[in-house]
């Protein structure tokens, strides 16, 4: 099972610096992309609009540098969480989705 445009996903990792992004909640699949740096990571976007670590709002069009990678890009004004945040939702069956949450702890 893997992410998917327009399906819901659920969080199993709550974002360390962003608390709109929280464990346990679904949320619908807007886009996978590949980051605009080097990072090989498949990014999420679930139409939450950009923030930086203060909390005020990054605009379209805004510079920023990849933390990880020191690559400067420009920003799409939206936030891009890294997949490892969420689990596919294929059903709901429960007894399936606890086994998809213990996969991805495991990982970690
Ligand atoms: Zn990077």
């Not at 004004?77 to 606890?98: C, K, M, Y």
Request: charged residues 25%; neutral net charge; contains cysteine.
């Amino acid at each position: 099972m893997s992410l998917e445009v327009g399906k819901e996903a659920m969080c199993i990792i709550g974002h360390d610096q962003d608390t709109r992004l929280k464990k346990g909640s679904t949320y619908k699949v807007l886009g996978l992309s590949s980051p605009n740096c080097k990072c090989k990571v498949l990014m999420v976007d679930i139409g939450l609009s950009a923030i930086g670590a203060s909390g005020k709002r990054i605009r379209m069009g805004q510079k920023l540098r990849c933390t990880n990678c020191n690559i400067i890009f420009m920003s799409d004004g939206r936030q891009w969480f890294t997949e490892n945040h969420f689990a596919p939702i294929d059903s709901v069956d429960i007894s399936e989705l606890e086994e998809v949450l213990d996969e991805q702890i495991f990982k970690v």
